[in-house]
């Protein structure tokens, strides 16, 4: 069944308007912080923070680029638009790991950008699972202080699943 292209239009509003609040969180992060600040690799940290929520804006733009391709193949009665509409699909990239990243408390549009994403209910995959998550940890998760009990961790879940 070819997708719909009133839930497409739907869900690109979604995500487009959990883009402007990423965007308007990153400005304000960089005015904190200043574009560049220091180079450290702590979980929370100026620098893990905005490379955080960069990640997190970048994630959107893509997904909204992907979900705007699907309707437009959709559109246009083209073979592609079932191939486009998984691809749209598929969980952003980063979103929402890049808020493993950034200090706590979250920032309020990053919160409400990700509860959004959440609520909307359109991306395979476990990524409202995964945004509950992230925003309940009470710190910075990544980059881990320990990479080695880190490296750990993934093996035992991946041999969990």
């Not at 191939?83 to 808020?99: D, E, I, Y």
């Not at 959440?118 to 991306?123: E, H, I, M, T, V």
């Amino acid at each position: 069944m070819p997708p719909d292209l009133t839930e497409l239009a739907h869900v690109a509003r979604v995500l487009e308007e959990a883009h402007a609040l990423l965007k308007t969180e990153c400005e304000r992060l960089e005015q904190l912080y200043g574009s560049t600040p220091k180079q450290e690799v702590t979980a929370g940290s100026p620098m893990q923070t905005l490379h955080g929520i960069r990640d997190l804006e970048m994630s959107m733009a893509s997904a909204i680029k992907q979900v705007a391709l699907a309707a437009g193949y959709t559109a246009l009665g083209l073979d592609r638009a079932e191939h486009a509409l998984a691809m749209a699909r598929r969980p952003p990239v980063s979103f929402p790991s890049g808020a493993d990243r950034m200090a706590r408390p979250l920032g309020e549009d990053t919160v409400r950008a990700l509860e959004m994403i959440r609520d909307l209910g359109y991306f395979d995959g476990d990524t409202a699972v995964a945004i509950d998550v992230a925003l309940a940890a009470p710190e910075a998760t990544y980059p881990p202080d320990d990479w080695d009990a880190w490296a750990r961790e993934q093996r035992w879940r991946a041999q969990s699943d």
